[in-house]
């Protein structure tokens, strides 16, 4: 990691736990509810979705107070896919991020609850924000919206649990992972070109260079799961190949899975050429999330 990517999260990630605490803190709850709620959101994380919003707003020098709250709420979504996926009924997982999983420490039905509870209180985030135009709140609910449902995230876990019970090609696992995966990180880069209020040209650019690192960051998901450890990952190693799930090492082989995911970092790059301003945040954290070990 870069001094510039170093210092970049340093002075950002702070703020964005700051502002994900505070917003659940002030809610009128249960108290055991905003403890589970917190519990999963204070174990951790790169929070990449955030600073992509806020790198994406840097780019077009704007609202970084606005994009804190946007990053919380995506957030908020990505923390509540973690509690789901975690549960008996799902992955079956006891270990998140190096820590018991929530249905662990609080019981499978406030687990449960408190993933709903993140889900639903992102959107409120966003229609509450001050000092943006409503029009750019609705478009930012309903990209949200689709970034995260059927259409989304929970589609792609759909077709992810569907395909445990079958071998799929290549294009049957990259539209899984497009929209498990890649969904919520599409929405945080177009999230911050919307409150920018970029041009059609400069949205369309990073929207595809989205696409691309999305795919980027589950192959290295999927080679991380066979060389990593469950200390060095925070959660289970090997429970792709336990769950007999296909993976791209398992469909194109490890070194085939490294060759497609430098040929995907490598196409996201070259379309931030095409971007006016400093893009050097956006390629270091897209270098990030090929080269991280977790």
Avoid: W
């Avoid at 549960?87 to 420490?105: A, E, F, I, Y």
């Amino acid at each position: 990691m870069t001094n510039t990517l170093k210092n970049f999260m340093d002075e950002h990630i702070l703020i964005i736990d700051d502002v994900l605490y505070s917003l659940v803190g002030k809610i009128i709850a249960p108290e055991q509810l905003k403890d589970s709620m917190l519990y999963s959101l204070k174990a951790g994380g790169k929070r990449i979705r955030p600073l992509f919003v806020l790198a994406v707003c840097e780019l077009f020098n704007n609202k970084l107070k606005e994009a804190y709250t946007i990053g919380a709420a995506v957030e908020m979504i990505h923390t509540y896919s973690l509690i789901h996926d975690d549960l008996p009924s799902m992955d079956n997982d006891d270990l998140r991020r190096g820590k018991p999983t929530n249905h662990v420490v609080y019981g499978e039905a406030l687990a449960t609850l408190a993933g709903d509870a993140l889900n639903t209180l992102s959107f409120g985030i966003l229609a509450r924000m001050e000092n943006v135009p409503p029009a750019i709140k609705v478009e930012l609910i309903n990209l949200l919206s689709v970034a995260a449902g059927a259409e989304g995230m929970v589609g792609g876990q759909v077709l992810d649990i569907d395909g445990e019970s079958r071998s799929l090609n290549l294009e049957e696992l990259e539209q899984v992972h497009v929209n498990k995966t890649g969904a919520l990180l599409r929405f945080s880069i177009e999230a911050g070109a919307v409150l920018s209020e970029a041009s059609e040209e400069e949205r369309r650019v990073l929207v595809e260079f989205a696409h691309h690192i999305g795919l980027a960051f589950q192959i290295q998901d999927d080679i991380l799961d066979i060389e990593g450890t469950s200390e060095e990952l925070g959660k289970t190693a090997g429970k792709d190949l336990a769950s007999n799930k296909s993976t791209y090492p398992g469909i194109l082989t490890i070194a085939g899975a490294k060759d497609k995911l430098a040929e995907h970092y490598e196409i996201a790059i070259s379309l931030l050429e095409k971007l006016n301003g400093d893009t050097t945040i956006l390629k270091e954290l897209a270098e990030y999330i090929v080269r991280r070990n977790k």
